[in-house]
């Protein structure tokens, strides 16, 4: 990354929806946009990064950043418009807080303590890879996770678009072994890679975008629900035992459920957190 500084834009979760606030940032050539969750107040907030641009001055992006806020239905009040040093790759971090997940799991950066009681300690550094847990879609995921490998230690581990490779670690400090990451982006490879190393897992991180022919018991899959559709058939066919589906709005479950049931499995669950979902399937 050439930029040394950016603007940061951060508006609050309920003032837009997520979709029209990335269409916004893609627009105005994001670096980079994440969700931060305060679990303490149940609020969300949404964030992007822009380098700074070459073909205006720096108030007229801002007024652009905040005309394009406007225009997706957020109130001024509820925008922050930030100009970051040359640390704002990291700046990320000052929001990011360890957190307990589900029965036995605690979730934190590095730059965090570990757990004082007798949780499984995860630690994380995702870079510009995306998975730290706190969006809503990856909580539900370990939560689920938790469930699933507190009854059996799988035996075999598939995690479809890994990011930070945090799911598939998880299911290692739960006692999975054999475990396969799989991202299409290579930062999120190297990103599963570093992880499992600072987490004592290991666990095998391939590039690719596509699901591999062979089955595992508990297969993973934390994407968005346009590429989930799409693979259906050859994710379908990976699974041995158990699917974990997430990356949905509560309003795209149904259409999931009946393309994975078409290809064979069998509906078990589902999970919501706010707008977003979380779908488990067995193999009858």
Known sequence: MQATTCLELRIDGNAVDETAFTQLAESQNTLGTSIETDYDSKTETHVAWFALSDECSLEEQRARLAAGSLLIGAKPEHVKITLLGDDWETAWQKYWKAMPVGEKLWVRPSFCDAPTDNRIDIVLDPGMAFGTGTHPTTYLCLEAIER???????????????????????????????????????????????????????????????????????????????????MAEKLAGCVGKRLILSGLLESQVALNIRSYEAEGLRHAQTHIMGDWACVEFTLP
């Open 148 to 230: 699933y490998c507190l009854q059996q230690a799988p035996k075999s581990v598939l995690d479809m678009g890994a990011g930070s490779g945090l799911l598939a670690i998880v299911a290692g400090k739960l006692g999975a072994t054999d475990i396969h990451a799989i991202d299409y982006d290579p930062i999120s490879v190297e990103a599963s890679s570093v992880n499992a190393d600072i987490n004592h897992i290991e666990l095998t991180s391939t590039l690719g975008d596509t699901p591999p022919t062979r089955i595992f018991e508990l297969v993973i899959a934390n994407i968005l629900a346009g590429p989930l559709l799409g």
